[in-house]
């Protein structure tokens, strides 16, 4: 009998647990590709997609949001966050965009991993995902003339683009990770009051 009701509590403990992975880390599907300012970002990196949710508090990102779009008072610069903070391992992504003056294609240059005023002042794009082979967080920005930006919309408070390129590793430059299949559209007035459940 003591076996038995241990054997059923085991069970009970093992579908707790799958639950809870499933509910912080689900699969998802990409957005479509818009220009309507739906708030949208996705990307596929290594099979998975990724998309933005806001930190849960005690997540590995902190507080804050799934997405928010950063820039300077003269526009010399803006730079798209993305984060999955419900996440148990969490992702992280900075699209650094300077300068931003029209739709088009931009050829981004290589990545210092840093934002913000210390980032390089051209655009770049970098990220840190969980890589379970070292049970850490990998870094991985853009290559210089290999990675690319597509601006498609840029008008009326709505940035709405396609990213793509070879990215590179940062303690191992040898080591690329390929996307193909970036892709975001902001709203720049609604995106503050916008959740990422």
């Known amino acids: 009998m003591r076996n038995l009701i241990l054997t059923i509590t085991l069970i009970i403990l093992q579908s707790c647990s799958k639950d809870n992975n499933v ?4 699969t998802f599907t990409l957005p ?10 996705g990307v596929t990196i290594n099979g998975k997609v990724y998309i933005p949710r806001d930190p849960t508090g005690g997540g590995v990102l902190g507080s804050g949001k799934g997405m928010v779009l950063w820039g300077t008072s003269d526009n010399s610069w803006y730079e798209l966050e993305i984060k ?8 992280n992504m900075v699209i650094h965009m300077e300068p931003l003056i029209s739709t088009g294609q931009i050829t981004l240059k290589q990545s210092n991993f840093q934002d913000n005023i ?8 970098y990220f840190k995902i969980w890589d379970s082979n070292i ?12 990675c690319f930006l597509n601006i498609t919309r840029l008008d009326s408070g709505i940035l709405s683009g396609k990213f793509f390129g070879k990215f590179f590793r940062y303690d191992n430059p040898n080591n690329f990770i390929q996307i193909t299949d970036g892709r975001f559209d902001i709203n720049g007035f609604t995106l503050p009051n916008h959740p990422f459940p």
């Open 32 to 41: 479509p590709e818009t220009q309507i300012g739906a708030n949208t970002f």
């Open 84 to 91: 999955d903070g419900a996440s148990s391992v969490g992702f």
């Open 135 to 146: 049970s850490n967080y990998a870094y991985y920005g853009s290559v210089e003339n290999e």
């Open 23 to 26: 509910t912080k880390n689900p």
């Open 118 to 125: 210390d980032s390089i002042r051209n655009s770049h794009i």
